[in-house]
Each structure stands twice: as C-alpha cells, then as structure tokens.
T-cell receptor, first 114, second 113 residues
Framework: DSGVTQTPKHLITATGQRVTLRCSPRSGDLSVYWYQQSLDQGLQFLIH???????AKGNILERFSAQQFPDLHSELNLSSLELGDSALYFC?????????????FGPGTRLLVL | LAKTTQPISMDSYEGQEVNITCSHNNIATNDYITWYQQFPSQGPRFIIQ???TKVTNEVASLFIPADRKSSTLSLPRVSLSDTAVYYCLVGGSSGGGADGLTFGKGTHLIIQP
C-alpha cells in the first residue's frame, strides 16, 4: 500500500460524458501527478501539481483538466469522452516538486468509455 | 532533453541475474536516474535511484558508468514474481518540466521457470 488513494476504482460511462477522478496523496506529500496508461501503451504523463499550483504539463488533451485543492487532494476532469479515452488513470504523489523525487503511485482508476 | 531508450522486452529464467540497460545520451549534470517496476493493473513502484557509480539496495543494483550516458539495472537471482515492466527515468533536482516524468513503454521482463 503506497498511501495514495484513488476513487473510483472502476468507471464505465458513455461517449460524450464527463467524469471526475479523485486522488488523495500520501500524508505530507505536496506534489500530485496524473498519468494515463492505455492498452499496449506506456505510462503517459498528463500533469503535475505542487502545493496547489500547476508545475508541468505533458500530453494532456484540452478536454482534460485537473486541479489540486488546499487540502492537497486532486481531481482530474475528463469531458466529451471518446472511446480512445478508455485507459487506466494513475495518480502519484511525492514530497517535493523536483523530477528526482520518488513518486508513490495509487492503485489507479480504470475508465471504460462505451 | 534527457530521453531514455530501453529494450522493449527481455526474458530469463528463475535464479539468473538479469541486467536491463537504459541509454540516456543527453543526461544533464543534475539529472538522477530512477527505475520503477510495474505489475499488470498496478501503479509503478520505485526500485532504485542513483547519480553515479553503483548503488545497491535490498532488491537491485544500479550501475552507472563515468560518462553517465547509460545505466544498468541488475536484478540478482530473479524469480517468477519479477516478471513485470521496468521503467528508466532521468530527471533533475532543479524541478519543473515534463522530461523527467516520461516513463515511456519500459522493458517487459518475463521470467520463466
């Protein structure tokens, strides 16, 4: 158990819909990262927040957005969902904001878009 | 921009030592090298991190030559449970940017009995 929690564990929805994925970092961690992992794809970095502020953006679509709240939990919003958005979405946390920090990953949210 | 190149897949047998090499020709002075392990349907898990020479912990060793343009993750006496995807990341301590957060497709290691 990494100490990072993600909800929901599974999510099934239809194309065109909007969903929100939630992540609670380990106690004391200020950084939250979001990743997408599709079938046969590597782990794709989406976005990084540190203490409420966006620090880095990766391959995140404009239909996707995220935020980190004052209590440090984070939400990833996916809108106008397409079949290709079906994937495992991981959240990770770390103590600080530098790239060398060890990231602790949550169990993931499996999204299926029908 | 320190990008990494790893073999797509490898296989070995139980009890053998497995070495996975990662190339990172454009590594910067303040970059560290970190390896993660991922089992199916689980999030990656930190294995080891190093800057230069050799680092060893209870599960693996990391060998980094003097030019730091590559690194080798060494798993001693592997077992079936070491079958997983292994990712090499290169990232600095200066913060910011997405380069050090590129996991890529990793190396699929399959251990056979």
């Amino acid at each position: 158990d990494s100490g990072v929690t993600q909800t929901p564990k599974h999510l099934i929805t239809a194309t065109g819909q909007r969903v929100t994925l939630r992540c609670s970092p380990r106690s004391g961690d200020l950084s939250v990262y979001w990743y997408q992992q599709s079938l046969d794809q590597g782990l794709q970095f989406l976005i990084h927040y540190y203490n409420g502020e966006e620090r880095a953006k990766g391959n995140i679509l404009e239909r996707f957005s995220a935020q980190q709240f004052p209590d440090l939990h984070s939400e990833l919003n996916l809108s106008s969902l397409e079949l290709g958005d079906s994937a495992l979405y991981f959240c990770a946390s770390s103590v600080a904001a530098t790239q060398r920090e060890t990231q602790y990953f949550g169990p993931g949210t499996r999204l299926l878009v029908l | 921009l320190a990008k990494t190149t790893q073999p797509i897949s490898m296989d070995s047998y139980e009890g053998q030592e497995v070495n996975i090499t990662c190339s990172h020709n454009n590594i910067a002075t303040n970059d560290y090298i970190t390896w993660y392990q991922q089992f199916p349907s689980q999030g990656p898990r930190f294995i080891i991190q190093g800057y230069k020479t050799k680092v060893t912990n209870e599960v693996a060793s990391l060998f980094i030559p003097a030019d730091r343009k590559s690194s080798t993750l060494s798993l001693p006496r592997v077992s079936l449970s070491d079958t997983a995807v292994y990712y090499c990341l290169v990232g600095g301590s200066s913060g910011g940017g997405a380069d050090g957060l590129t996991f890529g497709k990793g190396t699929h290691l399959i251990i056979q009995p």
